[in-house]
């Protein structure tokens, strides 16, 4: 295994209780990198829940899923805008 990610569906109370996906955990073995693998990685995930949201029977992602967000530090915003991001809103977070 070269690298992997996961992608978890949370429903929303609002816009009709409509669905998000979130790309979390995307890592390449460090040996690995710069070989497209992250990008080639992105572009699969994002295809398959495209493809899942809007066939007909297609089985794991709800149908009324609009959109897809990964949350990443500064550094990778242009990485993940080279692979069909853009940056919306702001992460806000407080530690425990
Ligand atoms: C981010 C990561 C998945 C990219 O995987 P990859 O297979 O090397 O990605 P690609 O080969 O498709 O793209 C590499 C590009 O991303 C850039 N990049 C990767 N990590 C970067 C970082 N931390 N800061 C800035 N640019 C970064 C590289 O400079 C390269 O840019 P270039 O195409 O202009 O040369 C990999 O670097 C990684 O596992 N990093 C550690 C874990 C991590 O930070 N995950 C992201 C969580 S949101």
Redesign the pocket.
Known sequence: MV?STKVQFEKKFFFEQSSVAKIED???DSRR???????NMIKEVVSWIRREATTQGGSLVDKKLYKVI???GE??Q??YNRNGFETRNVAMSQLI
């Open positions: 690298g995307v890592v390449v990198r710069n070989h497209k693998i992250g990008q990964v949350m990443c550094d990778l242009c990485f």
